[in-house]
């Protein structure tokens, strides 16, 4: 089975779901299609209020329950960030070009997320992201430099549309065999699913 992993690299549901939803994949032999979106465009085309431009009521709730979910996951994570919200493209376009270049995106992915949430960085910033890809010893100008290409900027934008294709409103949103799973609390739904379907 494939899951279609749809996120913005810049979400902090996203990061506190990633390394879940790798066990999970790990556990069910699942693979994993790691979708990066540029989540303005998508809130824009689903009509979704983005969570910075939200009532004071609901981002003081979020930062709770970030919080809540960070200690279970046993996960650093500043309750505001210094570089939140930032624009994701760039990192977008580093974690197609890992696929691309036979990397481990997994990896990479997580670099950007733990940037942002745990080590504040601004991963728009080419010099910030490239130290982050530097720290877990991946080739920072490579895939900086494939991720400028116009082909790849092309593929970052089919992607973002292909999420907004698929109806995906929200950061993270997975995809198994056309079902939708919106939030790193339905990794358990997940799991299901994919249990079933191996039965």
Known sequence: ???DYYFAPISGYAYLG??????LARE????VRFLPVEIGRVFEASDTTPPFAQSE?????????QARWARLRGLRMA?????????????????????????????ISLACLRGVWAEGRNIADPG???EALRQIDMPAFELLHVAESEDLRDEADAVTQAAIDAQVFGSPTYVVDGERFWGQDRIEFIRDKLMKAAA
Request: a positive charge.
């Open 79 to 107: 309750a505001v960030p210094a570089h939140h919200p930032t624009c994701p493209r760039l990192a977008c376009r580093v974690i197609l070009a890992a696929g691309r270049l036979g990397l481990d995106q997994d990896a």
């Open 57 to 65: 009521a609901r981002r003081s709730y979020r930062i709770e329950d």
């Open 18 to 23: 990633h390394q879940a939803l790798m066990a």
């Open 128 to 130: 910030d992201l490239g």
């Open 28 to 31: 069910t032999g699942a693979r």
């Open 1 to 3: 089975m494939v899951i």
